[in-house]
């Protein structure tokens, strides 16, 4: 069994930055691609970044792209989300999900707020 645990949100001025972590549990983690979504108020999931199990290639979502940067740890089963330049549109509950052995698994996600 997967359990993802997110933290590392909270609230920020524009501008500012946050790191998230989600710290996985169970089976699987060194050889799986992890990854984060986000979901505003009102507004569908949203792919933020992806990252696969050794790192070799990494995706973002052009409205992150060279602001945020995805990484991890295969010897803390841990991926971070470093968050930079961060706007009031980035507001929202960052979720982290694990693709492994066809099934994917998500966490309950983090609050991120930026205000303006």
């Known amino acids: 069994q997967v359990q993802l645990v997110e933290s590392g949100g909270g609230l920020v001025q524009a501008g500012g930055s946050l790191r998230l972590s989600c710290a996985a549990s169970?089976?699987?983690?060194?050889?799986?691609?992890m990854g984060w979504f986000r979901q505003a108020p009102g507004k569908e999931r949203e792919f933020v970044a992806r990252?696969?199990?050794?790192?070799?290639?990494?995706y973002y979502a052009d409205s992150v792209k060279g602001r945020f940067t995805i990484s991890r740890d295969n010897t803390k089963n841990t991926v971070y989300l470093q968050m930079n330049s961060l706007k009031p549109e980035d507001t929202a509950v960052y979720l982290c999900?694990?693709?492994?052995?066809?099934?994917?698994?998500w966490g309950q996600g983090t609050q991120v707020t930026v205000s303006s």
């Open positions: 999900y694990q693709v492994y052995s066809a099934a994917t698994y």
């Open positions: 169970g089976r699987g983690f060194s050889s799986s691609t």
């Open positions: 990252i696969t199990w050794g790192g070799g290639s990494i």
